[in-house]
């Protein structure tokens, strides 16, 4: 099984800054031709998840472009740049190239 | 696209829960669907998954033997099983559809359900 660490635990960030997250995995994600099969997803309080990249850095339908996300291989990051009020919860990435798994998260929040 | 669950609740541990999840606003049949669930205060954590057709079904290790997925494409809906109910199963559980841009680019967990709670309790 592939595990996912992510890091930092929390980060305390005002809006408009910006954000870098850290996943690694325990072992080489699986690929295709777009990317790694690594996923982020944002959830709020109350709420399911939602897709936000897939295949390391291919935004999904309706996200803004402050999003971002890049790596290859082991190492994985997520950036969100300009922090909006909206973008503060929890972030997780996702491999789905073997089996599935997730990260353990990463809390944003208002320093 | 909707998801809805149902069928969670309270139950004692060492007994067995029937999860369901109503599709609607696509072709369900044409579509990998899955399961994926989150104890309280705690991160996601995948269950179960099944191919369009329920060909081919993937579990979890924590879960394997004891819950079955399963779908019926007739009534557009996906089922989780869940036998010999451990107290550390206690989660939202949600039902999640992937989407797929091509034979090989998927879009994991696209589209999720709004959740369903299941606390296994004495």
């Known amino acids: 099984e592939i595990v996912l660490t992510q890091s930092p635990g929390t980060l305390s960030l005002s809006p408009g800054e910006s954000a870098t997250l850290s996943c690694r995995a325990s072992?080489?994600?699986?690929?295709?031709?777009?990317?790694?099969?690594l996923a982020w997803y944002q959830q709020k309080r109350g709420q399911a998840p939602r897709l936000l990249i897939h295949?390391?850095?291919n935004r999904a339908t309706g996200v803004p472009d402050r999003f971002s996300g890049s790596g290859s291989g082991t190492d994985f990051n997520l950036t969100i740049s300009r922090l909006e009020p909206e973008d503060f919860a929890v972030y997780y990435c996702?491999?789905?190239?073997?089996?599935?798994?997730f990260g353990q998260g990463t809390r944003v929040q208002v320093k | 696209v909707q998801l809805v669950e149902s069928g969670g609740g309270v139950v004692q541990p060492g007994r067995s829960l029937r999860l369901s999840c109503a599709a609607s606003?696509?072709?369900?049949?044409?579509?990998?669907m899955h399961w994926v669930r989150q104890a309280p205060g705690k991160g996601l954590e995948w269950v179960a998954g099944t191919s369009y057709d329920g060909s081919n079904k993937y579990y979890a290790e924590s879960v394997k033997g004891r819950f079955t997925i399963s779908r019926d494409n007739s009534k557009n809906t996906l089922y989780l099983q869940m036998n010999s109910l451990r107290p550390e199963d206690t989660s939202v559980y949600y039902c999640a559809r992937d989407g797929r841009l091509s034979m090989v680019v998927i879009l994991p967990f696209e589209y999720w359900g709004q959740g369903i709670q299941v606390t296994v309790s004495s």
């Open positions: 606003g696509f072709t369900f049949s044409s579509y990998d």
């Open positions: 295949a390391t850095s």
């Open positions: 072992q080489s994600v699986s690929s295709n031709y777009l990317g790694w099969y």
């Open positions: 996702h491999q789905y190239g073997d089996s599935r798994t």
